[in-house]
């Protein structure tokens, strides 16, 4: 049986991600900014949290943590490297402490730039990796605490992952993400055909994320860069985007 993934919309523009192992019948919760909405969903479907999943220490990925460790008595899981930034974590991951999560485990992958202890959770077995801010559908977070050459050898780790490994991000930016790739590369046929589906979707409030490895490899300007030179100089763009 596969694992279960749950979207929760948060915010303005955020994502949380609902996880159920159904052996174990284990449920997790990726990057909650607030608790009442992870709650609820939970509650929705007959599911008692156990775990928070953290990919870095931003409020808006943290921010619901205490609260629903409260309310569940769950374990809070994070990056060793932020464990003093991350609220209540009980368990510190990384690359050579992966998560087992019931029947399955998450490999951690290190991807430092956009913070400094930031953290993938890749479930190899079920084609799902949770990136936070760090690779966002069509483009990339930006760097706040880290430098272009950490956020490049970070998208180069991203980009070994399989085509067909579903991306799940943290926020809704592809409509932004996509018009600056369009402008950057116009020539591109693959960024135009992915945008006609973006318009699309956006148009009926539906959600863009999440995408596949193999699609961000054709259509993001981030993982198309071939060097940290050319990769410092989209990011700069985008920043004044």
């Not at 808006?60 to 994070?78: Q, R």
């Not at 990011?235 to 004044?240: E, I, L, N, V």
């Amino acid at each position: 049986m596969a694992l279960e993934i749950v979207q929760v919309p948060l915010l303005t523009d955020n994502y949380a991600y609902l996880l159920r192992e159904p052996k174990s019948g284990l449920v997790g919760i990726v990057d909650p900014s607030v608790a009442a909405g992870p709650l609820k969903a939970a509650e929705d479907r007959g599911w008692a949290i156990s775990h928070v999943l953290n990919t870095h220490h931003h409020w808006d990925h943290t921010g619901g943590n205490l609260e629903i460790k409260s309310a569940t008595g769950c374990t809070v899981v994070g990056p060793s490297y932020d464990a003093d930034r991350i609220p209540g974590i009980d368990q510190e991951v990384s690359e050579d402490a992966p998560f087992k999560f019931g029947a399955t485990e998450a490999e951690i992958i290190f991807i430092p730039g956009h913070t400094l202890g930031h953290i993938a959770f890749w479930f190899r077995k079920e084609k799902a990796a949770f990136v936070g801010d760090t690779l966002f559908a069509m483009g990339c977070g930006r760097l706040f605490e880290g430098t272009p050459e950490m956020m490049f050898a970070s998208m180069q780790k991203l980009k070994k992952l399989p085509d067909d490994t579903k991306i799940y991000c943290g926020h809704e930016y592809t409509l932004n993400n996509g018009e600056f790739a369009m402008g950057l590369d116009p020539g591109n046929a693959a960024i135009k055909e992915r945008m006609d589906d973006v318009y699309a979707r956006r148009a009926e409030s539906l959600p863009t994320v999440p995408s596949f490895m193999g699609e961000e490899k054709k259509t993001n300007p981030f993982l198309l860069a071939p060097d940290v030179k050319s990769f410092a100089e989209v990011r700069a763009k985008k920043d004044r985007y």
